[in-house]
């Protein structure tokens, strides 16, 4: 098993080097065991769960999420199918840096995304780049970390400044051992300025629906890879929402 998740690893690392201009990593996310499956036999080479997805699957508001029943999910995910799997562990949950990363292991997750905001405000860049490295080196390279700065989901009325400041936590993420930055919530304009900025990888967050820039768009605009949060399910849960009333429209009647 050892060596199948470190094959895995190498994989899912691999998949962000090289990457060309238009051409991300596109990391669909699946929120249980059937959608990974769906995603998986679509020919996504990888795939990475967001917690809001995982969340409501199992009856919770995003961020309430109790941290065995999320690693509970992720294992299940990465068990349905054969492609490396990315899991979205928020914050940490409170949980020891050491034993985060060990149980990121023991459910088989080459990769976490991790938040550097607490309750809607931004923690001290310093101490989250400390825990960063502390998750993320003694995994070695069995670990792909997605270093989050939710700068733009707190600082939206002063852009320039948000770009600045993303681009301070990156360069302190990634010299932390942070693999990937991810800017949520940063405007498709302002990528040019982060990709400038930042000496990494770049994830960025797209629409399924065809809203917003495309995954594609975004890669020439300097996205290294390319995630959707809970776009996919809210899709879905729309479609089943309507095959619902149909379904309804044409039974018999019931008192």
């Not at 034993?99 to 976490?112: I, K, P, Q, S, T």
């Not at 670990?143 to 700065?149: G, H, M, V, W, Y």
């Not at 089943?240 to 309804?248: G, H, S, V």
Request: net charge negative; with cysteine; glycine share 10%.
């Amino acid at each position: 098993m050892v060596s199948e998740v470190v094959s895995k690893a190498a994989r899912f690392r691999a998949l962000h080097q090289g990457r060309l201009p238009g051409e991300p990593l596109v990391l669909p996310g699946p929120w249980d065991a059937a959608s990974a499956r769906v995603l998986a036999d679509a020919g996504f080479p990888a795939l990475a769960t967001p917690s809001a997805e995982v969340a409501a699957s199992l009856g919770y508001e995003d961020g309430a999420t109790p941290a065995d029943e999320m690693f509970a999910a992720v294992a299940r995910i990465v068990r349905a199918v054969d492609v490396p799997v990315s899991a979205d562990v928020e914050g940490g949950y409170g949980i020891a840096p050491k034993e985060l990363m060990e149980r990121l292991l023991e459910a088989d997750a080459v990769g976490c995304n991790l938040e550097d905001s607490n309750g809607g405000v931004l923690k001290d860049p310093h101490e989250h780049a400390e825990w960063l490295a502390e998750v993320r080196y003694p995994a070695g390279d069995r670990l792909f970390a997605n270093a989050r700065t939710d700068v733009f989901l707190r600082e939206v009325t002063d852009p320039e400044r948000a770009v600045e400041r993303a681009v301070e936590r990156a360069a302190s993420y990634l010299a932390a051992g942070a693999d990937c930055v991810y800017p949520i919530g940063a405007p498709a304009d302002v990528l040019p300025l982060l990709r400038s900025g930042i000496q990494g990888p770049i994830n960025m967050y797209a629409r399924p629906d065809g809203e917003g820039p495309s995954p594609t768009a975004l890669g020439e605009l300097g996205a290294t890879r390319v995630t959707f949060g809970p776009g996919l399910q809210r899709r879905a849960v729309d479609a089943l929402r309507e095959i619902a009333a149909e379904t309804r429209s044409s039974s018999p009647a019931t008192p």
